[in-house]
């Protein structure tokens, strides 16, 4: 199997750990017969930026109808308040900070004005992924990454920093937004956390997932002693 490595889902912002064990797995990808290559997908840089727009503005049009109203909680309705105080105290009790940040910005996306150069302009760049994706897959059967650019962070230690918890997704939001299927892997540790490793496929070859992540896990076991198949299947 011809093994894609996206060159914009590498380099700067990943941790040495994280890097060290993508080029370890790679190494065994190889041993198993694998062909790997460096490929670029050029408007993978702006997946992230175009799934906070997107996503928030569904968000936002998806939960308008949560007014107290139709669907969902009610909170307040003691028989004086208006049914506008009635879906402000359901709103503001119902929702937690993130969706709350979400439905705001989706809805500011989504205005008048503002939908043309924001959310239209981030359906675009998904038009894009899709097209990164499309010739990435002429050239090899399966791209990989980091599932992460780095290990998992401490509880609450960015929770009033979102963006920054944002760019965890940076590696996995470009198959969510092109629609293609994808898997995590664990493939060591750094730091003594656990680093993933994620393989993603073309629509409809969900196989080729399996049949990778099969391998690949196989062979890792293997190394570690604890083998669960005759022997790693080649690829």
């Known amino acids: 199997m011809r093994i894609g490595v996206v ?8 941790d040495i750990g994280v890097r060290a064990r993508f080029s370890d ?14 490929v670029s997908c050029p408007h993978f840089t702006y997946a992230l930026p175009a799934y906070y727009l997107i996503a928030p503005s ?10 107290a109203m139709r669907f ?14 009635v879906m402000s105290r359901t709103r503001g009790i119902g929702f937690g900070p993130e969706v ?11 205005s008048s004005g503002y939908y043309d150069a924001y959310y239209g302009q981030a359906q675009k760049v998904r038009t ?6 499309a010739a990435a897959y002429e050239r090899v059967d399966v791209l990989v990454s980091p599932t992460t650019p780095t290990v998992a962070f401490r509880l609450g230690e960015k929770v009033d920093d979102p963006v920054s918890m944002y760019l965890s997704d940076l590696c996995t939001i470009p198959s969510n937004l092109a629609g293609g299927p994808a898997m995590s ?14 393989i ?17 896990e196989a062979a890792l076991e293997a190394r570690r002693g604890r083998p669960f198949l005759d022997d790693a299947p080649p690829l």
């Open 128 to 133: 894009l992924i899709s097209q990164d994706f």
């Open 185 to 198: 892997l664990p493939v060591g540790l750094a730091d003594g956390l656990p680093v993933g490793f994620q």
């Open 72 to 85: 969902g909680l009610r909170v307040g309705d003691d028989g004086e308040a208006s049914a506008e105080e």
């Open 58 to 67: 569904e968000c936002s049009s998806n939960l308008a109808r949560f007014d």
């Open 25 to 38: 797995t790679l190494e065994v990808l190889v041993g198993l017969g694998a062909e790997v290559v460096e």
């Open 100 to 110: 709350k940040r979400r439905i705001i910005l989706g809805t500011y996306a989504l």
């Open 200 to 216: 993603m496929a073309p629509a409809f070859a969900d196989d080729r997932l399996y049949r990778v992540g099969g391998a690949l």
């Open 7 to 14: 060159r914009e889902l590498s380099g700067d912002g990943y």
